[in-house]
């Protein structure tokens, strides 16, 4: 079986959409798994071509506060964060060049794009998961991102 990429991504945007918590599959080239909304298990040692949480990587979650978050406003505990569901390259814009997707003070509608998350040569589009106001960007262009990582934060309508 060899890698197809854009089958592998077409693969993962399924299982994303799907009510699965871990998907697994083998091969003598390799080996996948994804597990959503869990933290792996200290024993675990699988071998792995996708990034997967470790006990020292939370699980992304809408509440959690971002560590980089220096702001003191009252209304910051109702903020929503964005996550990066992989491991990759933070993107701000669509091209080197061009005007970032979102500015801070910006108003994005869920499912706009607000970012790109470059993983394995594959560029993971990441969009905003409710409509509001973005109050935080919390990765620089070009930045190196972990699993569950907060990029930014955005005030709901």
């Given at each position: 079986m060899s890698i197809d990429f854009k089958e592998i991504r077409e693969l993962l945007n399924a299982i994303s959409q799907a009510d699965v918590a871990e998907f697994s599959l083998k091969s003598e080239q390799f080996e996948l798994t994804?597990?959503?909304?869990?933290?792996?298990?200290?024993?675990?040692?699988?071998?792995?071509?996708?990034?997967?949480?470790?006990?020292?990587?939370?699980a992304p979650s809408a509440t959690t506060p971002s560590e980089e978050t220096t702001t003191s406003d009252s209304d910051e505990t109702e903020w929503h964060n964005v996550i990066s569901p992989i491991v990759?390259?933070?993107?701000?814009?669509?091209?080197?060049?061009e005007s970032p997707f979102v500015k801070v003070g910006d108003h994005v509608?869920?499912?706009?794009?607000?970012?790109?998350?470059?993983?394995?040569?594959?560029?993971?589009?990441?969009?905003?998961?409710?409509?509001?106001?973005?109050?935080?960007?919390?990765?620089?262009?070009?930045?190196?991102?972990?699993?569950?990582?907060?990029?930014?934060?955005?005030k709901p309508d």
């Open positions: 994804v597990r959503k909304g869990v933290a792996a298990t200290p024993t675990e040692a699988p071998v792995q071509s996708t990034p997967q949480p470790t006990p020292s990587q939370p990759g390259t933070f993107y701000e814009a669509p091209s080197p060049g509608e869920a499912h706009q794009i607000v970012g790109i998350v470059e993983a394995m040569k594959i560029m993971n589009e990441i969009e905003a998961d409710v409509s509001g106001q973005v109050m935080e960007i919390n990765v620089k262009n070009g930045e190196p991102v972990e699993y569950g990582q907060t990029l930014m934060r955005i």
